[in-house]
């Protein structure tokens, strides 16, 4: 069983950061993409940022140049650098891995984080 524990999360006011960590544990042979995803109330959950292996990276228009999304291999973490943070980025912020173990590929997903940006 693949557990991922995110954390980070809080209140901010806007314009100011955040740092968010998402560490997998269990039988992991490697993971392949790793991915926050966003969603915020009455809408649909999103793609923020999505980092392979290797490290190439991809991003939502509404967040590029303000986050960076990062990972430690060794440590099976993935990490999410926002800045300049905006009210509309307010959001449950869950993290996604996609995790060979045992021979097979597991789609994993964290529990979620609250990311609350208010004056």
């Known amino acids: 069983q693949v557990q991922l524990v995110e954390s980070g999360g809080g209140l901010v006011q806007p314009g100011e950061s955040l740092r968010l960590s998402c560490a997998a544990s269990?039988?992991?042979?490697?993971?392949?993409?790793m991915s926050w995803y966003r969603q915020a109330p009455g809408k649909q959950r999103e793609l923020v940022a999505l980092i392979t292996r290797g490290g190439s990276t991809n991003y939502a228009d509404s967040v590029k140049g303000r986050f960076t999304i990062s990972r430690d291999n060794a440590k099976n973490t993935v990490y999410l650098q926002m800045n300049s943070l905006k009210p509309e980025d307010t959001a449950v912020y869950y993290c996604?891995?996609?995790?060979?173990?045992?021979?097979?590929?597991?789609?994993?997903w964290g529990q979620g984080t609250q990311v609350t940006v208010s004056s």
């Open positions: 269990g039988s992991i042979f490697s993971i392949n993409n």
């Open positions: 996604n891995a996609k995790v060979v173990m045992n021979g097979a590929l597991y789609n994993s």
